[in-house]
């Protein structure tokens, strides 16, 4: 049976999602990556509660055009700024099954600028 790139990729984060996981004092920084978007949240697993999130759909991200690296950079800084501003300062990355290259890549140095530390 052959996998499709979707189903492989799921595989890999779930294989991911049982190693890295978000607590209170070092939440997760989860990505999503669409064809067009990319979205990044910082999550308390143990709570299930969502503590920053931001996208390439922000106002403020869609305001400064460029291409779809630059847009995750901005993202990762925009996540970086909002978790700082909510108390978290490190984080453990989950890069969500995706390569860590390209828009994964330059989203987390984003937020490595931003404050963020992992």
């Not at 890999?12 to 064809?35: D, H, M, Q």
């Not at 460029?66 to 984080?91: C, F, H, Q, S, Y």
Request: glycine content about 10%; cysteine-free; overall charge positive.
């Amino acid at each position: 049976m052959v996998l499709t790139k979707n189903e492989k990729r799921l595989r890999i984060k779930s294989r991911i999602r049982k190693v890295v996981s978000g607590t209170e004092a070092r939440p997760r920084l989860a990505v999503f990556r669409s064809n067009k978007d990319i979205y990044a949240q910082v999550i308390d697993d143990v709570s299930g509660k969502t503590l920053a999130a931001a996208s390439s759909r922000d106002k403020e991200v869609l305001a400064s055009k460029g291409n779809k690296t630059e847009m995750a950079t901005l993202v990762g800084k925009a996540v970086a700024e909002r978790a700082v501003k909510a108390g978290v300062d490190t984080i453990s990355f989950d890069r969500g099954g995706y390569q860590y290259h390209g828009r994964v890549k330059s989203l987390a140095e984003g937020a490595r600028e931003g404050g963020l530390k992992f």
